[in-house]
Every structure is written in C-alpha cells, then in structure tokens.
T-cell receptor, first 109, second 114 residues
Framework: ELKVEQNPLFLSMQEGKNYTIYCNYS?????LYWYRQDPGKSLESLFV?????AVKQEGRLMASLDTKARLSTLHITAAVHDLSATYFC?????????FGAGTILRVKS | DSGVTQTPKHLITATGQRVTLRCSPR?????VYWYQQSLDQGLQFLIQ???????AKGNILERFSAQQFPDLHSELNLSSLELGDSALYFC?????????????FGPGTRLTVL
C-alpha cells in the first residue's frame, strides 16, 4: 500500500525567508501533484509533475520531482503572508490519488 | 472558482439517516471523483466515474454508493449514517480518466451527523 509522508506537518515562517516542504512516497510513481487549501475552502491545484526531474515554478513556489528518490519538494522563496495555507502533495498510484497529511504553513510578518 | 459545483454546502442530519450529495463537473469534463476529508483520516479517495462508468474505487464504505448520470453530474449516497461519517466531502472533475489529467475540486459539502 502506498504511503505518502509530508514533512514538516507544521511550518511557521518569517516573511522574506525561504523554506522547503518535503513529500516522500513509498512506491514507484512518476505522477505527483501539489495542492493548496485555505481554511474551510476547497483544494486548488498548484503543480502537476509527470516525470523524473520535472521542475515547475509559479511565483514564489517551485516544485520538483525525483522519482528515483521517491521525493518531491515544494520550495518557498521569500515567503509572504498570502502563502499561509495548508499544502498537500498527492501521488497517483493504482488508479487513485493518495494524499499526504498536509503541511500547515503560517507566514508571520 | 474551479467550475465544479456541489450541493448542498452544509448538511446536518441524525445517525441512521440517508443523504445525497450532488456534484456537477466542469463543462467538458468526463471524470468525476469523490473524496472524504476528516481530521482523523485526512483526505481519502472514495470513488471515480468516467462517462457514466465506475473506473476506480478507494476506501468507500458499503453504506456509501455513487453514480454518474448521462448529463455527467454525479451523486454520492450515504446511508445508515454514523457519527464518524461527519466530514467534508469533495467532488473533483477532470477531462480524462486518472493520470495525467489534473483534477479540479469543488467547494465541498460539509456533513455533520448528530
């Protein structure tokens, strides 16, 4: 059974700082997704990573995928308050998306 | 706004009852997925339909069932409700089936079982 682990589960950052969220998974897959969820809201698709070495960037967020290491990272550059949310990675395996537990990000000014 | 709609937004009911959650996918999307989000279980995939046919099944209880209609909207039926069924239920849609198609999530239905 596929396990998807995110760390940290909670991250408190200062504005302007950089940090990385890690997503490890237990079984080979080359399909990984990142989502953002604001409190009480739905999930917003951030990135779709479909091959080993894939790197995608949008604003202050950059995601990458290393399928050999079974690892994806979500890098935050120069954090701003608006990035405060819960971030989920999800791995596609066995005809379904398996989600990590989520990383709660709080950006403090 | 993802273009996926779900009704109702909130539902409060009692144990033992039955409810139906409704989802309309984005225009042009043929796949519908149902997910359950709770504090103790996190986000879990329940079931997927593609153009009216069941395509994938996750951790869906036997008390739960779903279907996708010819107009592509989908309904999730939850019966013999228990306290533990209280959760946020999301519907998502995509143009194709499974990977690599991006899934777009609806606003969710918050179910409270008293």
């Amino acid at each position: 059974e596929l396990k998807v682990e995110q760390n940290p589960l909670f991250l408190s950052m200062q504005e302007g700082k950089n940090y990385t969220i890690y997503c490890n998974y237990s079984t080979t897959s080359d399909r990984l997704y990142w989502y953002r969820q604001d409190p009480g809201k739905s999930l917003e698709s951030l990135f779709v990573l479909l091959s080993n070495g894939a790197v995608k960037q949008e604003g202050r967020l950059m995601a990458s995928l290393d399928t050999k290491a079974r690892l994806s990272t979500l890098h935050i550059t120069a954090a701003v308050h608006d990035l405060s949310a819960t971030y989920f990675c999800a791995v596609y395996y066995g005809n379904k998306l398996v989600f990590g537990a989520g990383t709660i990000l709080r950006v403090k000014s | 706004d993802s273009g996926v709609t779900q009704t109702p937004k909130h539902l409060i009911t009692a144990t033992g009852q039955r409810v139906t959650l409704r989802c309309s996918p984005r225009s042009g999307d043929l796949s519908v997925y149902w997910y359950q989000q709770s504090l103790d279980q996190g986000l879990q995939f329940l079931i997927q339909y593609y153009n009216g046919e069941e395509r994938a099944k996750g951790n869906i209880l036997e008390r739960f069932s779903a279907q996708q209609f010819p107009d592509l909207h989908s309904e999730l039926n939850l019966s013999s409700l228990e306290l533990g069924d209280s959760a946020l239920y999301f519907c998502a849609s995509s143009v194709g089936s499974g990977s690599p198609y991006e899934q777009f999530f609806g606003p969710g239905t918050r179910l409270t079982v008293l």
